[in-house]
């Protein structure tokens, strides 16, 4: 079946500009979670959907990033203003349920370059 | 969430059993360890995870030590399609699932 998926691959934007991020999770998934990499460095968990609610943002960076996943499947992360220092590969997973043992999976991630 | 540690790289030559350590010393009762690894531009894939008993999968083994202070991943046939970065993490059931990624360990597996 279908994996994660994300769009777009690729995004180059200036700075100041606004960005929106796409993420499809595999089908009947109802936890969905966006995590940020920079280069070098290992995923950063940002924000946790469980079903349509944000259960879980606490790693949202600040007031300029948002996500919405408003049918509890398709969800949206949204970047205000955009600063070069947003520049990093933002993936998406998803699982079949939340807690300790269910594996995530993950997208190919979208590589943002803010210039 | 407890800490791990793992070496930042490793070589392995190919076809030999990869043994990939990881510290967890602070790991408490209800926290799982889970391997992922993470190939070049590709998302993180999932590979084992494992309470307190030792694992296997058509993947890979992991065997926890008795005190679950550390664990150790084996890939038993290392190919070259196995370069990648492998990420230790220890995640309880008192979460939301969230995974936090430390630097994790680049295993470069050679011809």
């Known amino acids: 079946g279908a994996g994660v998926s994300q769009t777009p691959s690729n995004k180059v934007t200036e700075k100041g500009k606004y960005v929106e991020l796409r993420c499809d999770p595999i089908?009947?998934?109802?936890?969905l979670y966006w995590y940020r990499q920079s280069l070098g460095q290992g995923p950063e968990f940002l924000i946790y959907?469980?079903?349509?609610?944000?259960?879980?943002d606490s790693g949202l960076p600040n007031d300029r990033f948002f996500a919405v996943r408003p049918e509890g499947s398709v969800s949206t992360l949204k970047i205000q203003r955009t600063e070069r220092g947003d520049s990093a590969v933002y993936l998406c997973?998803?699982?079949?349920?939340?807690?300790?043992?269910?594996?995530?999976?993950f997208g190919p991630g979208t590589r943002l370059l803010v210039l | 969430d407890a800490k791990t540690t793992q070496p930042p790289s490793m070589d392995c030559a190919e076809g030999r059993a990869a043994n990939l350590p990881c510290n967890h010393s602070?790991?408490?009762?209800?926290?799982?360890v889970y391997w992922y690894r993470q190939i070049h531009s590709q998302g993180p894939q999932y590979i084992i995870h494992?309470?307190?008993n030792n694992e296997t999968n058509e993947m890979a083994s992991l065997i926890i030590t008795e005190d679950r202070k550390s664990s150790t991943l084996i890939l038993p046939h290392a190919t070259l399609r196995d370069t990648a970065v492998y990420y230790c993490i220890v995640s309880g059931s008192g979460n939301t699932g969230k995974l936090i990624f430390g630097q994790g360990t680049t295993l470069q597996v050679k011809p």
């Open positions: 602070t790991i408490s009762g209800n926290e799982y």
């Open positions: 494992g309470l307190k």
């Open positions: 959907f469980q079903g349509t609610g944000a259960a879980d």
């Open positions: 089908s009947g998934h109802t936890a």
């Open positions: 997973a998803s699982s079949a349920g939340t807690g300790a043992v269910e594996t995530q999976y």
